[in-house]
C-alpha cells in the first residue's frame, strides 16, 4: 500500500489543520493506520492510531484536541487537529501495517513522505 500525507502547514496557537493520508495499492480499511511526528532532532513519536474495526488511541498530550478517522470510501484517513500548540510543531507521517494496533514506529510496515506542521505562538 502506498501512502500520500498532505495538509500540513503555518498556523498560530489556538489554530486548527487536518492531515490527510490517501492510500492507493490497497483499501486502507484492512490495515491499522497510524499517524507519528518527529521533531528537529528527537526520535520519532506516535501520536494517533485508527484499527480497522475503528478503535482510536491517541498520545496523552494530544487527547481531546486531536482526532483521527478513516473514510474507507475514499481510502483516506485523517488527523483533524484543534487547537494547536508551538510544542505540536513537526513533521507529520502516516503509516500503516496489519494486525493489532501499535505505538511502536518500527512496526509499522507503510510510510507515507511526511508533512510539515508548524504553529507559532
Known amino acids: 500500500v502506498q501512502l500520500q500525507a498532505s495538509g500540513g502547514g503555518l498556523v498560530q496557537a489556538g489554530d486548527s489543520l487536518r492531515l490527510s493520508c490517501a492510500a492507493s495499492?490497497?483499501?486502507?480499511?484492512?490495515?491499522?493506520v497510524g499517524w507519528f511526528r518527529q521533531a528537529p532532532g528527537k526520535d520519532r513519536l506516535f501520536v494517533a492510531d485508527i484499527s480497522w474495526s475503528g478503535s482510536t488511541y491517541y498520545l496523552d498530550s494530544v487527547k481531546g484536541r486531536f482526532t483521527i478517522s478513516r473514510d474507507n470510501g475514499k481510502n483516506t484517513v485523517y488527523l483533524q487537529m484543534n487547537n494547536l500548540k508551538p510544542e505540536d510543531t513537526a513533521v507529520y507521517y502516516c503509516a500503516a501495517k496489519s494486525g493489532s494496533t501499535s505505538m511502536r514506529a518500527i512496526e509499522y510496515d507503510y510510510w507515507g513522505q511526511g508533512t510539515q506542521v508548524t504553529v507559532s505562538s
Open positions: 495499492g490497497r483499501t486502507v480499511s484492512r490495515y491499522v
